[in-house]
């Protein structure tokens, strides 16, 4: 029994390492098209930042380490031609072909290519790869940059902000929209763009970028470009091999994590899974899903029956010094799925002042026809972790705000509040409900 | 109408300031009987430990503040000698007869007295209330002590020796158990007295202290002695009235928080509360219950009919520098209560080192027949607050383990690891379940 894995990123390793475990006799190879495998990508900003002294230290492990304890075969610079399911057959670049008895497709998510032009200047660099991160240092190393600009803020445009900042750069950030992390949420976005703002961001946000030339983005000036535009699922090999996709454009797959396909898996930011509140597919890349997909379509693809429940979206960045982190829905992603939304937001405080408390914010929204809590935004310099995982574990759970308005969190002045703002925000929330 | 209020702490303003919010035309009136109200009791071993420097700034607000602000009489140094429920009336140790329409108990609890020879002596002090602390600070200014003995390894006394080791005094702890927090967990435990240890402090852990002389308990020297047995509920007052008490000796309550007799309410640390996992009163008296549950017995003396759904028992405090929290029930705890316990103790570390993630130590208990999530315990220096609030988040919502796994936590370099600690010891315990 042969399970090849195509990724020996996040997902894929996680496929491959899991299946192993569940099974002695499996022969598993993983097919990785760079160099690495196994590296920790979100990471990668922090390296540019300084705050990862060396990119190495973000390697898990090389792939000797798998093959020597794992008894998986890891091929890197090996890259996959085609997926010819009726044969069970990957064909490589090489020419070389691989029997498979079970596939995982870990095969992830490139940058977009921004249509703008000027993209393609020697200056402008993507940001999504273990080479793309080595390419962009390389060039501050040896140019040493004044200006930079950042095109995009998402995740990485904006950790890219703060990590060009950090590094002494002046840095313009671009985004056609206003918005931030696909919440279209006036109240967090404000938050986000004051933070950029007083930390010294340029911000040109609400129209699109035209033209990038040597030295400027549109009238700006920019030495150095990053273009972070977004990403998309890398699909072509599975697309063309018949394993059919979502409505998103990335891998559908069931609750077990098996494309159309029987026997051929797919995992991580190539494939769709489930939303826990929309109850329907969704594609949200993220490396914390990636690993947990990979996981149980490793299972599954080792003769396990295991199901993945789903994702509600949850994320964490830290934007100039503060975290922003939101799960669940937003108020037009819960209008559009039909539920009525209704928020409260608030600002408190995480602990006592004489423990160095910090000033927290917190946005609530639930379904005014249940009570049901369906998402939620925080943003601060400490305690948003905690507190959204709070909340993501009350969606899991589908509590109604009433439910969760008196949970006994916990208290003692070195660590909370005997109100935590989560409870306040509620409370304000079942207000509103009426 | 006329709301009267016995107990101006936590539970006691809560009530009043919730009914005032609620209600314009009541006559409300709080009856304290020490000089001071509305003040952080919890922050008070942090005055004696040297981070709050004034504890007057442990007071939200006067009384003249609740009496303009928010139309409260607050009556300090007013003790009450008896309650007459028949004739609706408060008797004062002054002679003085007040009138009630609705009356809220909110008396507290005060520290026991441990039987111990010499417990008297002018160099023990006890540790409760703004009186007792400041006893104890003019204590130590005056004689500069530099050996303490802490009597009792409850949250008070392991919070004092943490407190009186940052002023300079050796520490030394004495406890009839080896165990802390009512958690009867050996796995708990020794992760306390390991962080007790490391810090500096000798553990006299397991016997009954025998004997308190000058400059000694038992056989080793202490100039100043804390006491810190435990507490018991203040019911004098109610059980003279014909107010039950419930099997703890705490006042019971109905989920309105209302006692047996119409229209008198309980709440804090005088009353009893619902356990939710064990569905039954139980006494855990802690100060964000406090106030919870005056803000609920307020409303309702208000006219409201709000419901207090209960507790798990989360609580958190501060060990030599380490967070150490619980929620839900123990594994004995579980034991005795019927349910078949299982549980899973694992080790991982809160962020990545780069970012100085530190470890964390995370234990978790589930039932093996229904698979419910029943308590857990973490210990660590750094995100404690936050796991533990996660875990009695899917404890009110009774999560099982297996819908628990894969809960959507949040990731990003600075903040968490790809796999948080909880999810850790989740895939653990399911493996312990079977």
Redesign the interface.
């Known amino acids: 029994m042969h399970l090849v894995v195509i990724g020996g990123v ?1 997902a894929g390793m996680s496929a491959a390492s899991r299946a192993r475990r569940l099974s002695r006799d499996l022969k598993i190879t993983v097919l990785e098209r760079s160099s690495v495998v196994s590296y ?1 990508a ?2 990668l900003p ?1 390296w540019i930042g300084g ?3 060396d990119p190495d ?1 973000l390697i898990a492990h090389p792939p000797e380490f798998f093959e020597r304890e794992r008894d998986i075969r890891v091929r890197t610079n090996t890259a996959v031609r085609e997926i010819a399911p009726a044969r069970h057959r990957v064909l490589l670049e090489s020419g070389e072909e691989l029997a498979y008895d079970r596939l995982v497709i870990a095969t992830g998510a490139r940058a977009a290519t921004p249509p703008i032009p000027g993209a393609d200047l020697p200056h402008c660099f993507q940001f999504r790869t273990w080479e793309d991160a080595h390419l962009l240092e390389a060039f501050l190393l040896e140019r040493q940059p004044r200006a930079a600009a950042v095109v995009g803020a998402g995740f990485v445009g904006l950790e890219m902000a703060e990590a060009l900042l950090a590094r002494g750069l002046r840095v313009s950030l671009f985004d056609q929209s206003n918005h931030f992390l696909g919440w279209r949420d006036e109240w967090l976005s404000a938050q986000i763009r004051d933070q950029l703002q007083r930390a010294g961001v340029a911000l040109h946000l609400g129209e699109p970028v035209r033209e990038i030339r040597e030295g400027a983005v549109d009238a700006v000036p920019a030495d150095v470009v990053v273009l972070a535009p977004g990403i998309r699922p890398n699909v072509e090999l599975t697309a063309a091999a018949g394993i059919a996709l979502g409505r998103s454009g990335a891998i559908a797959v069931n609750e077990f994590l098996e494309t159309n396909i029987s026997g051929i898996y797919a995992a991580g930011d190539c494939a769709e899974t489930h939303h ?1 509140l929309l109850n329907a597919p969704a594609w949200i890349p ?4 990636a ?2 997909m990979g996981r ?1 379509a490793g299972a599954n693809a080792a003769g396990r029956r295991e199901r ?11 934007v100039c010094g503060a ?1 922003v ?1 939101v ?1 669940g829905l937003s108020e037009p992603a819960a209008r559009e799925a039909g539920f009525r939304p209704v928020s409260a937001a608030i600002e408190s405080r995480t602990r ?1 002042l ?2 160095g408390g910090e000033a927290v914010k917190v946005k609530l929204i639930a379904d005014r026809a249940s009570g049901k809590l369906l998402g939620g935004a925080l943003v601060g310099k400490e ?8 909340l ?3 969606l ?4 109604r705000v009433e ?2 308005q ?11 509040t ?3 703002p989560l409870l306040i925000a509620a409370q304000q929330l079942l207000k509103e409900i009426g």
Chains 1, 2 share one sequence.
Not at 383 to 390: S, T, Y
């Open positions: 996040a920790g979100c990471g922090f705050t990862v002294q230290s826990l993220l490396g914390t899903t690993n947990k149980v993945f429940p789903g994702v509600l979206g949850t994320s964490i960045l830290r975290a982190a799960t006592a004489y423990f305690g948003v972790e905690g507190r959204i995982n709070v993501a574990t009350a899991t759970a589908g509590l439910e969760f008196f949970a006994d969190l916990c208290y003692a002045p070195p660590y909370a005997v109100w935590d």
